[in-house]
């Protein structure tokens, strides 16, 4: 094996490995920042001895072998070491030395556990929304800081601030490496599960830049709430969002055309739709249903979403359907962004002019000013009705308002289609 593949083989170790290992790490210093530092260092000797020594049989337990011992050096070096401590590290370095002969047995058998803390102290609400989604990318995604700039569009240093800043604040106040319990449980398992969904949002429609979709950000996402599901199986609303997540993946090569332009959901070709994708997804709705109880936000999106896998063709989809799951979406979270999507669902279900007046009533809704999809919609509902005069002004609005470049274009043709309609 060259150098180059060496160096290969361990980026896609690394991108595999690295949140087990971090995770494995924190549980013996309790600091998610030092224990990626340490981390990183077990990276580093990979680089430096795997070209020359090859890759090991188990590259992973490798990596934790050496992560554990430098762990053992930074506990040995600290000045003001308190017998606890002083105590876990004689403790794991036994454990070390008894798994010498077995490198499979350098990953522990508690590690499910310990990504699961990980996950829970990455997503931590004392953390700012951006700074958990970067610090999760990094800690549990591999991702690199040059990554996560290049993903989300924003400078690398301000990136790279974010994560030290959250590495700073879980240190200095102290958050325990654990799983909360109780009502604090429930709290943080909805951040867990916003950063996982903005994530994969920002993955299947980019918020600006040139391109329409990322699906790398897709894929991270989807890996993350499959990991979380098996780490926390009875928890429906885990469930409903991987169910939403490999539905909505499975439309992702058929969303952009050769040109890497848009390709809305009613103009799909539906036979390039990922049918293991739906097939997981359906799996994982019906799993999230059989555990009981309320039915929550994402399994209620995942019904949504499951409406159109079942449709083999756009004509076939129950749009009454899918606007009594927004209606019912809709009280458990009263969001003027749901109610526009029940409209677009009740201009297919009852035709364009019902769609219009609800949209009209959200005309006035201060946090849609800047919406871009409002009178997208609008401009939609227009064109349906004949009354291609105004929705040619709606859909140049909204072309002003995006900040993606595909979608930008997409509006603009649009508008221009309806200015050589009309006449204009």
Known sequence: MTATETHRTINAVWRIESARIIAGIARMVRDVGLAEDLAQ????????????????????????AVAKRRAIDQLRRRTRLDRTEAKLAIEVEAQLER????????????????????MFT??????????RVALTLRLLGGLTTPEIARAFLVP????????????????????????PRGSERADRLASVLEVIYLIFNEGYTATAGEEWTRPVLCEDALRLGRILAELDPAESEVHGLVALMEIQASRLHARNGPGGEPILLLDQNRALWDQLLIHRGLAALEQAHSLGGTVGPYALQAAIAACHARAHEAPDTDWAQIASLYGALYQLIPSPVIELNRAVAVGMAEGPAAGLEVVDGLADEPSLKNYHHLPAVRGDLLVKLGRLEEAGPEFERAAALTRNARERELLLERMRACSAESGN
Do not use: Y
Not at 48 to 64: C, F, I, K, R, T
Not at 100 to 117: E, F, K, N, V
Not at 122 to 131: D, K, V
């Open 41 to 64: 260092d077990a990276l580093v000797a990979a680089l430096e001895q795997w070209p020359e020594s090859g890759v090991p049989d188990n590259p992973g337990a490798w990596l934790m």
């Open 99 to 118: 798994a010498a002969p077995d490198p499979d047995s350098a990953l522990d058998d508690d590690i499910g556990d310990d990504m699961l803390r990980l």
């Open 122 to 131: 990455a997503c931590h609400p004392l953390l700012s929304t951006e700074a």
């Open 156 to 179: 690398e240093p301000t990136i790279a601030q974010r994560i030290v800043r959250a590495k700073r604040t879980l240190a200095e106040a102290q958050v325990p490496f654990e799983v």
